[in-house]
């Protein structure tokens, strides 16, 4: 925030600026001016999307969906309905309506904006949670969401004319000096802020029963059902085979886990197919051939150690 000046320019390097007047408050009687930078998007990794959308820098830090689109339509003269979707980077409530692959993409390129990016970038899309699944993520704590200071947002059009509309009605409001007010009859039509937000959040803090024991069974049904799917498609995986005739190795081994009784079965019945296959290998002849010597052996000492023993009685032995 900063005070208005006719000495700001109207575009910084690739942005244009456009000055939003910021309301009093009862804390701060003073009226403040915040800029706004905006941009054509131009994302690291494009998607079709991305040719229609426009790249917000500094948004207030109280940003909703509706302050942005009520300033496009309401300030810059944008028809209603051309705003397809607002995305804000970096939040982790962040509402998305594409595609997975337009979701994994987004949150990739937030990553590497916000400067989180891992240094090894994994390939393919992002893997689903179980929460992205409706009715299966607990109930909020806030009625509203809050942006840390210079946060950046998306915002996607339906086509690329309306937000190059956008861009020249924002050129032409800052040339003119028009005065724009932040959030200006949206009061009635967005939770409040103050001591009102931090009630709202300790009465959400509890939550009905009812409402908690049906999102917790929503998810463990969800889960349930991922697992089931994970494990036929590992049971798929171990029938096939590649081009070279190998099966691939998955947790779990050929078969999976088993119970007990269904593992003594599989015992019996593989002991039951080895069944004269003993002498089927010359070693194993080798083996039992080396086993009855040492068995004829033992049996011999043990013969030779009775008559010893015999003798021996044989000799105390005197007849009167």
């Not at 509706?66 to 409530?93: A, N, Y």
């Not at 009102?196 to 024991?213: A, C, G, I, T, V």
């Not at 059902?225 to 005739?245: F, P, S, Y």
Request: proline letters at 6%; aromatic letters at 8%.
């Amino acid at each position: 925030m900063a005070p208005l000046s006719s000495n700001v320019p109207s575009k910084l390097a690739d942005y244009y600026i456009l000055p939003l007047s910021l309301p009093s408050l009862p804390s701060f009687q003073i009226e403040a001016t915040h800029y706004l930078y905006l941009r054509p998007h131009e994302a690291r990794i494009p998607s079709p999307t991305t040719p229609r959308s426009l790249f917000l820098v500094n948004v207030p830090f109280d940003s909703t969906a509706i302050h942005l689109k009520s300033l496009f339509s309401r300030c810059l003269g944008l028809p209603s309905g051309r705003i397809e979707e607002v995305r804000f980077i970096g939040t982790r409530r962040e509402v998305l309506h594409g595609s997975n692959e337009e979701q994994a993409r987004f949150a990739l390129v937030s990553q590497v904006q916000d400067g989180k990016k891992n240094n090894k970038r994994k390939s393919g899309p992002a893997k689903e949670s179980i929460e992205d699944t409706e009715g299966t993520r607990l109930p909020e704590t806030w009625d509203r969401q809050i942006l840390h200071s210079g946060s950046n947002a998306v915002v996607v059009f339906v086509d690329r004319a309306s937000m190059e509309a956008v861009v020249k009605a924002a050129k032409r409001a800052k040339k003119d000096g028009e005065k724009i007010v932040w959030g200006k009859g949206l009061e009635a039509q967005l939770p409040s802020l103050g001591p009102e937000r931090y009630l709202n959040h300790h009465k959400l803090r509890y939550p009905d029963k009812s409402l908690l024991l049906e999102t917790v069974n929503n998810y463990m049904t969800v889960y349930a059902d991922q697992e089931a799917a994970r494990a036929r498609k590992l049971a798929r995986q171990r029938q096939v085979r590649d081009e070279e005739g190998f099966v691939t190795v998955t947790r779990g081994g050929r078969t999976g886990p088993a119970r007990q009784q269904e593992a003594q079965e599989k015992l019996e019945k593989q002991t039951e197919r080895q069944k004269g296959l003993e002498d089927f290998y010359r070693f194993q002849s080798r083996e039992k051939r080396k086993e009855r010597a040492g068995e004829l052996i033992r049996k011999f000492e043990q013969d030779r150690e009775k008559v010893r023993r015999m003798r021996e009685r044989r000799g105390r032995f005197k007849p009167e």
